[in-house]
C-alpha cells in the first residue's frame, strides 16, 4: 500500500486520494462522502466498513494510489485542489444530486464563487450563432458577471473570447485534466483562460477526456452559474442536458430563438415549447429576467 498514515488523517489528503480513484459525477460515494467525510469513506473502504462485493476494484485502486505523487501532480500543474470547506469553494455546487468530491482548479479560485452565467449551444454553430453568444457574453461581462461554459469549440469558444475580449473573467468546465488541452485547437484560449479566470476539472492533471465525462461536466456548468443561456442546440444536443440540469437547481434557464428551418435551433425550439427555457430575443429581455430571479 502506497498510503500514508497521515492520509487517513487528513481530510484534504483523503478527499485527493478518492477523487483520483471515483469516477466524476457518481452520486452514491459524492453523497457518503459529503454526508459523514472523505476521512471516514476511506477508513471504511479500507477496513472492509464497505460491501467488499462491490467495493473491491476500488479498494485496490485506493491501495495503488501514492498520496504523496497525487499532491506533486497537482503542484506541478500550477493548479489547486479545493473542496467543501475551502473558502472558495461554490457552495452551490453541493445541492447537486451527484456532488463533485472536489474540483481542481488552475486559475483564479475566486471566480468560482462569484456571480456568472453559463452560455452553452452547438459546437457547429451558425454565423448567427457566434455573433449572438459574442454578444451575450460581452454584454453579461459589462454587468459584472463572469461566463461560464464547457471549452468546446463552437458557441462555448465564442462565449469564453468575447468574455475576454470584454475584460471579463470566464470560466472553462472541462472533461479533461487542466493539462491536456482539448481540444488542442484551445490551446491557446485555455492559456488566456487561466490567466482571466479559471480551468475546473473533476480528473486529476494529466486525465485525457472522455466521453461520458461531458456530459458529467455539464451538470457543473449549470451550477457554478445563476442562470444558463442556450443560443444554438440542435434537437440532440449536450447543451440541452445542462439546461436540465440548470432546471433541476431551479436556477433561470433562456434559449435564444432561431429560424424555424434551422436544425441548429431545433433544441432551443424544443425547450421553449415545453417551457423549459424562456425565450429572449435580446439581451435587454435575458439582463432583465435573471435579474428578476435572482
Given amino acids: 500500500m502506497y498510503i500514508h498514515s497521515k492520509a487517513l488523517n487528513d481530510e ?21 462522502i459529503n454526508r459523514v467525510g472523505a476521512i471516514t469513506v476511506l477508513q471504511g473502504l479500507l477496513s472492509g466498513g464497505y460491501d467488499p462485493k462491490t467495493c473491491t476494484q476500488l479498494v485496490r485502486r485506493i ?64 454565423h448567427y450563432g457566434r455573433e449572438t453568444a459574442s454578444d451575450f457574453a460581452t454584454a453579461f461581462v459589462g454587468h459584472g458577471w463572469n461566463v461560464v461554459s464547457g471549452g468546446a469549440l463552437g458557441i462555448d469558444t465564442c462565449a469564453h473570447i468575447a468574455a475576454l475580449k470584454a475584460s471579463g473573467k470566464t470560466l472553462a468546465v472541462i472533461a479533461s485534466g ?23 476539472s473533476e480528473v486529476m492533471p494529466h486525465v485525457r477526456a472522455a466521453q461520458n465525462r461531458f456530459l458529467t461536466r455539464n ?57 423549459a427555457a424562456e425565450i429572449v430575443t435580446s439581451v435587454a429581455d435575458a439582463v432583465e429576467f435573471v435579474g428578476v430571479n435572482q
Fill in 63 to 126: 491501495e495503488l494510489t501514492n498520496s504523496e505523487l497525487l499532491q506533486t501532480a497537482v503542484d506541478a500543474s500550477n493548479s489547486e485542489f479545493i473542496y467543501p470547506g475551502h473558502s472558495q469553494w461554490p457552495k452551490q455546487v453541493d445541492q447537486l444530486s451527484n456532488p463533485p468530491i472536489g474540483l481542481i482548479v488552475r486559475g483564479q479560485t475566486s471566480c468560482l464563487i462569484e456571480k456568472s452565467i453559463a452560455i452553452v449551444g452547438t459546437r457547429e454553430p451558425s
Fill in 178 to 200: 487542466v493539462l491536456v488541452d482539448y481540444p488542442a485547437a484551445n490551446s491557446k484560449l485555455f492559456r488566456a483562460i487561466t490567466e482571466n479566470g479559471a480551468l475546473v
Fill in 219 to 275: 451538470r457543473l456548468i449549470a451550477a457554478l452559474s445563476c442562470a444558463t443561456l442556450v443560443v444554438e442546440a440542435a434537437h440532440r444536443s449536450g447543451s440541452l442536458r445542462t439546461a436540465r440540469d440548470a432546471a433541476d437547481l431551479m436556477r433561470p434557464v433562456m434559449a435564444i430563438p432561431g429560424q424555424l428551418n434551422s436544425p441548429m435551433s431545433q433544441g432551443c425550439h424544443r425547450l421553449i415549447a415545453e417551457r
Fill in 12 to 32: 484534504y489528503e483523503s478527499r485527493l486520494i478518492l477523487f483520483s480513484v471515483i469516477e466524476p459525477g457518481h452520486a452514491a460515494w459524492g453523497q457518503e
